[in-house]
C-alpha cells in the first residue's frame, strides 16, 4: 500500500525553526515529484515547495526561509522551515506525483495539486509566541 506520513510539525515562536519530514512507504520516493502544500484555517491550500528531479520550487512567501530535499536511502522529503512566521500557521501536507512516461512533471507550486495522486494526512505547524 502506497503510504506518505508526515511527522515534525509542532509549536514554535516566532522566528525559530521546523523540519517537516514526509516519509513514502509502498513506492520509491525518489523517482516521484513531491509536493509540500499547506492550508491554514479558514484558508484554502496552497503550494509551498516542490522537488523533481535536481529542480527545487517554492512560493514567493516562503523563498529564502524554506529548503526542500530528498533522502533517498531513507525514502524521505525534507521541508526546513527557518524564520517562522505566524503566518506560516498551517496545517502541512505532502504529495507524490507519479512518473508516467512521457509525461513531464508538474511542479509549479500553484498548479502541482492537480498532479498529485498520494496524500499524507498532514502535520500541524503552529507559529506562536
Known amino acids: 500500500q502506497l503510504q506518505l506520513v508526515e511527522s515534525g510539525g509542532g509549536l514554535v515562536q516566532p522566528g525559530g525553526s521546523l523540519r517537516l519530514s514526509c516519509a513514502a512507504s509502498?513506492?520509491?520516493?525518489?523517482?516521484?515529484?513531491i509536493g509540500w502544500f499547506r492550508q491554514a484555517p479558514g484558508k484554502e491550500r496552497e503550494g509551498v515547495s516542490c522537488i523533481s528531479d535536481g529542480s527545487t520550487y517554492y512560493a514567493d512567501s516562503v523563498k529564502g526561509r524554506f529548503t526542500i530535499s530528498r533522502d533517498n536511502a531513507k525514502n524521505t522529503v525534507y521541508l526546513q522551515m527557518n524564520n517562522l512566521k505566524p503566518e506560516d500557521t498551517a496545517v502541512y501536507y505532502c504529495?507524490?506525483?507519479?512518473?508516467?512516461?512521457?509525461?513531464?512533471?508538474?511542479?509549479?507550486?500553484?498548479?502541482?495539486?492537480?498532479?498529485?495522486?498520494?496524500w499524507g494526512k498532514g502535520a500541524l505547524v503552529t507559529v506562536s509566541s
Open positions: 509502498g513506492f520509491t520516493l525518489n523517482y516521484y515529484t
Open positions: 504529495a507524490a506525483q507519479p512518473p508516467y512516461v512521457g509525461v513531464p512533471a508538474l511542479c509549479s507550486v500553484t498548479d502541482m495539486a492537480y498532479a498529485m495522486e498520494y
